[in-house]
């Protein structure tokens, strides 16, 4: 189902403990994205990354860290520092250049 | 950076009806528009994109216009059905290469 896959689907985690949310995408895409989405705020960007090897910060990635050593792989680590961790995680890849963004069907994360 | 603005945040409307969804942005340089609709829960999936040399799409029920000197795009649907009731979001990819920028969203109810 759209070739982009989150895992898992809900995950509980205690305060001060890092987490990694995984994505995998099949479709050979270069450029892949990590959203956070809270209530009435849209879409953050966390981070971005266009080729292998390489990303950068987006809108809010203070506390967020992530990896791309394979081009199918983009895991996010939320640390311990994320001040306000619960909210729902979106994952999404897309062909570089002017194209469309497929969305994983996300992970929600509690702090509990 | 782009920034994107979307009015209203909340629209009713009854089954038969119109709705129109209106987004502003800010960077001239942006020449991707996407819509996504995102029913509760679940993923945002495209429903229909535009570019900066078209005025107007069209996709059956669903259309999307262009101004590109006033900077604003719309998303109009016609014979609104309760199945269209979801978040719609509108996007813009601004002059940073693959990044999308989204507006806060708005939640569309069609009442049968």
């Known amino acids: 189902d759209g070739g982009i896959t989150q895992s898992p689907k809900y995950l509980f985690r205690k305060e001060g403990q890092n987490v990694t949310l995984s994505c995998e995408q099949n479709?050979?895409?270069?450029?892949m994205y990590w959203y956070r989405q809270d209530p009435g705020q849209g879409l953050r960007l966390i981070y971005y990354?266009?080729?292998?090897?390489?990303?950068q910060k987006g809108d809010i990635a203070e506390g967020y860290s992530v990896s791309r050593e394979k081009k199918e792989s983009f895991p996010l680590t939320v640390t311990s520092a994320q001040k306000n961790p619960t909210a729902f995680y979106l994952c999404?890849?897309?062909?570089?250049?002017?194209?469309?963004?497929?969305f994983g069907q996300g992970t929600r994360l509690t702090v509990v | 950076g782009e920034n994107v603005e979307q009015h209203p945040s909340t629209l009713s409307v009854q089954e038969g009806d119109s709705a129109v969804i209106k987004c502003t942005y800010s960077?001239?340089?942006?020449?991707?528009f996407p819509w996504y609709k995102q029913e509760l829960g679940k993923r945002p999936q495209l429903i229909i994109d535009?570019?900066?040399?078209?005025g107007e799409k069209k996709d059956q029920r669903i259309a999307v216009t262009l101004n590109k000197t006033a900077k604003h795009f719309s998303l109009h649907i016609t014979e609104t059905q309760p199945e269209d009731s979801a978040v719609y979001f509108c996007?813009?990819?601004?002059?940073?290469?693959?990044?999308?920028?989204f507006g806060r969203g708005t939640q569309l109810t069609v009442w049968p």
């Open positions: 999404a890849s897309s062909i570089s250049d002017n194209t469309e963004a497929f």
């Open positions: 479709l050979n895409h270069d450029a």
């Open positions: 990354s266009q080729i292998v090897n390489d990303f």
């Open positions: 960077d001239s340089a942006s020449n991707y």
């Open positions: 535009i570019r900066s040399n078209v």
């Open positions: 996007a813009a990819r601004g002059s940073t290469l693959g990044r999308l920028y």
